[in-house]
């Protein structure tokens, strides 16, 4: 079974610096997507950034990028000049290719961001 | 367009009573997911319809079950409800329900809390 884990239960970041949120995830696997959702006091879950496992090449979206280590099985988000509204729950998650649309989320990290 | 909308937003019950959640997916969207988020913790899938035929189910108990309508709609219940059942339970939509394509759009939730 896959199993995703995300060590880091906080992280703070002063307004306009960087900070790079940790995952790593198990899975026997050799295609699959990963993704980092946000969940803001609003709760509702947006997508910030998804990599499909096949591309070698890191995702990118405006100030959100990831490290993709296929081997090392991790995941890492990379959020440059943080902004306040940056502020909320990121949680890690993993899909399979194959199979129905089940998203397998780590236990989230919750990012404050310091004005 | 409407995203994904869930109702009711709050709800209290007490132990032993019947819950009914309900969720209206994204217009054209065909897959709809259920997910349970207890406090501190990331989102764990419940259920997967698609086509009003259930596509994919999580490790919960038989007290939990769920359908989908012809409009695509679906409602979660739960029955014998336990202190435990008291979570934020997400709704989520996709076009479709396999394959390499789309994403999970996903709605504010459901607060259940189990007195």
């Known amino acids: 079974a896959q199993t995703v884990t995300q060590s880091q239960p906080e992280m703070s970041v002063q307004e306009a610096e960087t900070v790079t949120l940790s995952c790593t995830y198990d899975?026997?696997?050799?295609?699959?997507?990963l993704f980092w959702y946000k969940q803001p006091p609003s709760r509702q879950m947006i997508l910030v950034i998804r990599q499909e496992a096949y591309k070698q090449q890191n995702a990118t979206e405006n100030r959100f990028s990831v490290n993709f280590q296929k081997a090392a099985k991790s995941f890492s988000l990379k959020i440059s000049d943080s902004q306040l509204g940056d502020a909320a729950m990121y949680f890690c998650a993993y899909r399979s290719v194959q199979g129905t649309y089940k998203y397998i989320f780590g236990t989230g990290t919750r990012l404050k961001v310091l004005a | 367009d409407a995203g994904v909308t869930q109702s009711p937003t709050h709800l209290i019950k007490t132990r032993g009573q019947q819950v009914t959640l309900r969720c209206s997916p994204i217009s054209g969207h065909k897959s709809v997911s259920w997910y349970q988020q207890v406090l501190g913790q990331g989102p764990q899938f419940i259920f997967q319809?698609?086509?009003?035929?259930?596509?994919g189910r999580g490790n919960f108990p038989d007290r939990f079950s769920a359908r989908q309508f012809p409009n695509y709609s679906s409602e979660l219940n739960v029955n014998a409800l336990l202190l435990g059942d008291s979570a934020l339970y997400l709704c989520?939509?996709?076009?479709?329900?396999?394959?390499?394509?789309?994403?999970?759009?996903f709605g504010e939730g459901s607060r259940l809390t189990v007195l």
């Open positions: 899975t026997s696997e050799s295609d699959y997507y």
């Open positions: 319809y698609y086509e009003k035929e259930e596509r």
């Open positions: 989520a939509s996709s076009f479709k329900a396999v394959g390499n394509t789309g994403e999970l759009f």
